[in-house]
């Protein structure tokens, strides 16, 4: 059964790059059609869709977040990434990574346990 | 970008029925998925399609679309469906993106 797992940093300080890494295990980053995203919630509020990648390093990401989001794919470490540049209080939130499925289901099917990150100096 | 709104909360009697909308204009286009969250977990997908759960979902669970509506219906609330319902879609708006809905919290009573 693949699952989800975020690390990284939980206190990053304003102005700098959050970095997030998130590790599949139980199956292969590369098989199957499978969009692999980054989503965030800060406490209290809704979810918000950050960006995905697929396998072969092809990217789509929030256009409210664009500028400042770089997400990477690792398929030897099985493993995809979040940068976030230039961050901000408002970008305190809990991070999820997530698996997209889009053939007849256009779902995220499986999500990480999500990974708290502050900004604060 | 497009936008998803739902009620902010809705509350059902134990054993009732409740459902919980999702509105949009790319559910015009496209089908909605819907996901459980409870208090410091992550969500889970229990709608997606027409109407499909995936396996472990209870079958009280169920979906359903018109227009530019999506809805949740849970047939017979039990205490442990009480958690914030998130609605999700695909962008319409040209970006090849993903929106979610405003969330509904739904307290069983």
């Known amino acids: 059964q693949v699952q989800l797992q975020e690390s990284g940093p939980g206190l990053v300080k304003p102005s700098q790059t959050l970095s997030l890494t998130c590790t599949v295990s139980g199956g292969s980053i590369s098989s199957g059609s499978y969009y692999w995203s980054w989503i965030r919630q800060p406490a209290g509020k809704g979810l918000e869709w950050i960006g995905r990648i697929y396998t072969s390093g092809s990217t789509n990401y929030n256009p409210s977040l664009k500028s400042r989001v770089t997400i990477s794919v690792d398929t030897s470490k099985n493993q995809f990434s979040l940068k976030l540049s230039s961050v901000t209080a408002a970008d305190t939130a809990v991070y999820y990574c997530a698996r997209y499925v889009s053939q007849h289901w256009d779902a995220f099917d499986i999500w990480g346990q999500g990974t708290m990150v502050t900004v604060s100096s | 970008s497009s936008e998803l709104t739902q009620d902010p909360a809705v509350s059902v009697a134990l054993g009732q029925t409740v459902r919980i909308t999702c509105q949009g204009d790319?559910?015009?286009?496209?089908?909605a998925s819907w996901y459980q969250q409870k208090p410091g977990q992550a969500p889970v997908l229990v709608i997606y399609g027409k109407n499909n759960r995936p396996s472990g979902i209870p079958d009280r669970f169920s979906g359903s679309s018109s227009g530019n509506t999506a809805s949740l219906t849970i047939t017979g609330a039990q205490a442990e469906d009480e958690a914030d319902y998130y609605c999700?879609?695909?962008?319409?708006?040209?970006?090849?993106?993903?929106?979610f809905g405003t969330g509904t919290k739904v307290t069983v009573l």
């Open positions: 999700n879609s695909r962008d319409s708006s040209g970006n090849p993106s993903y929106v």
């Open positions: 790319s559910l015009r286009s496209y089908y």
